[in-house]
Nanobody, 125 residues
Framework: VQLQASGGGLVQAGGSRRLSCVAS????????MGWFRQAPGKEREFVATITGAGGSTYYSDSVKGRFTISRDNAKNTVYLQMNSLKPEDTAVYFC???????????????????WGQGTQVTVSS
């Protein structure tokens, strides 16, 4: 599957941003999708995930209550709504499609088969 992420940019602390990721190339609706991020000098880390049917979501502690992951299977798109942004949220954000379908979500990098190119989010203080 090919993934194309967009929506990044510069935003002030406390602001909001919505990222989008459009998928093509295989049956999108079945697969668990995730968002990860990588800040300069740091390892890529898990942010949020959503099951194929969209029934279950899971977030890292650092974004819980501020970010919301959702998907529109009719549009082959997964979203990440980011509210109350903080300077420490500054990173390149990547969407990813897992190897697995079903009602289980995944949080580890190795569980994801396909990755988008990343979109930069910069939060100014």
């Amino acid at each position: 599957v090919q993934l194309q992420a967009s929506g990044g940019g510069l935003v002030q602390a406390g602001g909001s941003r919505r990222l989008s990721c459009v998928a093509s190339g295989r049956t999108f609706r079945s697969y668990c999708m995730g968002w990860f991020r990588q800040a300069p000098g740091k390892e890529r880390e898990f942010v949020a995930t959503i099951t194929g049917a969209g029934g279950s979501t899971y977030y890292s502690d650092s974004v819980k209550g501020r970010f919301t992951i959702s998907r529109d299977n009719a549009k082959n798109t997964v979203y990440l709504q980011m509210n109350s942004l903080k300077p420490e949220d500054t990173a390149v954000y990547f969407c990813a499609a897992s190897y697995y379908s079903g009602s289980v979500y995944y949080t580890e990098i190795y569980q994801y088969a396909s990755w988008g190119q990343g979109t930069q989010v910069t939060v100014s203080s």
